[in-house]
């Protein structure tokens, strides 16, 4: 692991695609609505910290590490971490209780997920290295 990332345990930790110029801008708006709540670390360096994570499943989604160990991906994570803050638990709350929405919202995750280079483009970010 890097050697300036040091994950808080106190708080969930977020890894990321910090190669992704479109991951990058989502994880800076929804640093701002957790404020503080989840730690936000690119997979590249500190997905070893993990065990219960592979770095397959950190380059597929977003991977979302509880201080207990428990983890939760791609669009579980995202609801999950805007729904600590205190916002957004009606999101959460629905993937949860509702079949039907989790397989939607991971079916729309995954679909993002795939388009990223071509999102980023469109979005008007700094050029995807995964281009």
Known sequence: MDPEIKPNRQAPVMLYDGDCAFCQHWIEKWGKVTRGYVEYVPYQKGFSQYPQVTEKE???????????????????????????????????WCYEQCPISAWLSERLYRAVAHNRPMLSRVTREKKCKLD
């Not at 590490?65 to 916002?87: C, E, N, T, Y």
Request: overall charge positive; aromatic content about 8%; proline content about 3%.
């Open 58 to 92: 950190c380059r597929e989604a977003v991977q979302m590490i509880m201080p207990d160990g428990a983890h939760f991906s791609g669009a579980h994570a995202v609801l999950k971490s805007l729904a600590l803050s205190g916002r957004y638990r009606a999101f959460l």
